[in-house]
């Protein structure tokens, strides 16, 4: 089976555990917005790329009635979504890949991802696809995994996981999420406590964001996470200076890159030439 294929099944496969009568106040979105200083979702009409469960469609979409979001996703998870979003008129879902928009140029007023260009086998044609589609001078606004190539302790972690996960991806889908469910309160033992801890006292803060798994909320949370990072059969890590050439090389200029607080990876926007 191609690493394409075994990706979407991957995540088809988590996204159909999500409990359609739960809808969190808060998720992947709000934490991006709390770093961007300008509003994510602008316009009349917007693309959500990977948009997993439903999640973010349902906050994004159900918070501007007047903006109209187009959300796709390549795995099953899109009918997870079309159950979430029933209710809203100015959602309309498309099941495609990120690296071929079944879409004609320039359409969206702003283009808004959450952690899908690194599972792709190209991300760079998924950000040419994303500059193809937006209108001129409109924004993409992306969260991507970081190479951590700053940090030893998470880039030895990142190495270590990268060989695990050769064999870790093999295991069959409910097996592995069997699997993270039960190493989840381990992991957050070891690893989430501490970095609780540590960021109760100044001269542990650091230590505390260094620490891998720093974000649990409870000893079972973990458990999607570990799946994702375990599972994937694709995953690829950016450095600072490779996100921004990502964005000059499909045409976005006035690159902006931070961090989300506590978490790995790259909050980043642009704004289409």
């Excluded at 917005?33 to 509003?39: A, K, N």
């Excluded at 100015?90 to 952690?115: E, H, P, T, W």
């Excluded at 880039?155 to 889908?173: E, F, G, N």
Aim: charge should be positive; glycine fraction near 6%.
């Amino acid at each position: 089976m191609d690493k394409t294929k075994k990706t979407k099944e991957l995540y088809g496969f988590l996204w159909q555990k999500a409990d359609k009568n739960f809808i969190p106040e808060k998720w992947h979105f709000d934490a991006m917005q709390s770093v961007i200083d300008e509003p994510i979702v602008r316009g009349s009409i917007g693309l959500e790329i990977g948009c997993g469960c439903g999640y973010d469609s349902y906050i994004m979409a159900k918070r501007n009635p007047s903006v109209e979001l187009v959300s796709l996703d390549a795995s099953e998870g899109i009918y997870k979504t079309k159950e979430l979003v029933s209710g809203l008129k100015n959602v309309k879902l498309m099941q495609c890949s990120a690296l071929a928009l079944a879409i004609k140029d320039r359409q969206f007023d702003f283009a808004y991802s959450f952690g899908v260009l690194h599972h792709t086998i190209d991300p760079l044609k998924g950000f040419l696809e994303m500059a193809r589609v937006l209108k001129t001078g409109s924004p993409a606004f992306l969260y991507l995994y970081e190479d951590h190539s700053d940090n030893l302790f998470k880039y030895i972690a990142i190495k270590l996981t990268s060989l695990i996960r050769l064999l870790s991806s093999r295991i069959p889908h409910k097996l592995l999420f069997m699997l993270s469910f039960l190493a989840s309160p381990v992991v957050y033992l070891f690893f989430t406590v501490p970095a609780n801890i540590f960021r109760k006292f100044k001269y542990t803060e650091n230590l505390a964001r260094s620490m891998p798994f720093n974000f649990g909320q409870g000893p079972f949370s973990l458990q999607g996470d570990l799946y994702d990072r375990f599972g994937s059969s694709i995953e690829h890590r950016f450095s600072r200076r490779q996100l921004s050439q990502m964005f000059k090389d499909s045409g976005f200029s006035d690159i902006h890159i931070t961090r989300l607080k506590d978490t790995a990876g790259w909050v980043s926007w642009a704004y289409r030439l």
